[in-house]
């Protein structure tokens, strides 16, 4: 357990040490032009610099760590930052922007914008990433449906699965599709509705070709293309109470699901469907980084510190001025 007193969470100059360590662990580089020269990059000394500003001798430019991260602009001192990261990064099922706000003393619009940004962080890009999975190597695939709404589930003859809600329109439905590699991470996905298509789409984009498969029965895998595109596809019959065949479950897909629902319901129960993907991130980013996997509370926030260059941009729909 981290100490919450220690100089990276209570100094903003410490804070920016360490992020600095963690972002540039063989030295500065510039973010303007790529520079990562030593020779060419200069610390600017003095009082008339603010702390922490380097020039580029290359562009002319001045840069400091948190340019082009979702921390960049902030009035949010960088330990408030670095703390709030820690919190989430540890949390086991999440931690409420109501309890940032009351831990560290910032209002709770800003506590709730603060955690969005760690959360996009946290977001693994599954465009650029590796696949998952690999020859030899298990993938579990399941489906599940977040919201408070009660659905009743059905599936038409092409195996479209279609659910009705009580009284409810359709945005209430929230269906997500989650992949586990076993013994490994987990990448999750909230989608339109899961259908074949969608499930394809998310199987070639995301698993290895040489992968063995193992789901449910539900059509969505079995009846689709999903088998042609993976080494192997097996899969267990709940609904006959086969949950184990040999090596074949999906014990570890529903495990990351048992998290995920546990933590939506004690403490995010007010996630609108705008914002659900960014909170399976989250689960996402605590499972891929679990214990289990040799990953403890420190390292896991300090991967969450490496993730935010990049993603300040995507994020500035959101009204981030307030910060
Ligand atoms: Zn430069």
Same mark, same amino acid.
């Given at each position: ?65 948190? %340019? ?32 940032? /706000? ?87 996905? /909230? %989608? ?6 969608? %499930? ?13 498969? /193992? ?16 080494? !192997? ?8 109470? !086969? ?33 659900? /993907? ?46």
């Amino acid at each position: 357990m981290t100490d919450l007193t220690a100089p990276i969470f209570t100094d903003a100059d410490k804070a920016r040490e360490h992020l600095e360590a963690q972002r540039w662990p063989d030295g500065p580089y510039c973010p303007h032009c790529g520079n990562a020269d030593r020779l060419r990059i200069t610390k600017m000394e003095g009082e008339k610099h603010r702390p922490g500003l380097y020039n580029c001798k290359e562009c002319r430019k001045q840069f400091s760590v948190t %340019v082009g991260t979702v921390f960049e602009r902030s009035k949010v001192p960088l330990n408030k930052w670095l703390l709030a990261t820690y919190l989430l990064a540890s949390s086991k099922k999440g931690i409420s922007a109501h309890q940032l /706000h009351r831990s560290i003393g910032v209002t709770y619009k800003t506590a709730w914008f603060m955690f969005h940004r760690i959360r996009e962080a946290m977001r693994v890009d599954t465009a650029n990433a590796e696949p998952m999975g690999g020859q030899g190597k298990v993938v579990e695939a399941d489906e599940t449906y977040q919201g408070k709404t009660k659905e009743t589930r059905t599936q038409s003859v092409d195996g479209r699965v279609k659910y009705q809600n009580k009284g409810r329109g359709p945005a209430n439905k929230r269906p997500v599709i989650a992949l586990v590699e076993r013994g490994g991470k987990a990448r999750s996905f /909230h %989608v339109h509705a899961a259908t074949f298509d969608v %499930v394809e789409k998310i199987v070639s984009q995301n698993i290895d070709k040489e992968s063995r498969l /193992h789901t449910d029965e539900s059509r969505l895998y079995s009846v689709s293309k999903v088998p042609t595109m993976v080494a !192997e596809h097996e899969s267990v019959k709940h609904s006959a109470d !086969e949950y184990v065949r040999g090596d074949v479950y999906s014990n570890s897909v529903e495990g990351y699901f048992s998290i995920f629902k546990r933590g939506m319901k004690g403490i995010y129960q007010h996630c609108s469907e705008k914002h659900l /993907h960014r909170y399976l991130a989250e689960y996402d980013f605590r499972f891929s980084n679990r214990i289990a996997l040799g990953v403890d509370d420190t390292d896991r926030a300090n991967e969450a510190l490496k993730g935010i260059a990049g993603k300040r941009l995507t994020y500035r729909r959101t009204s981030e001025a307030l910060l």
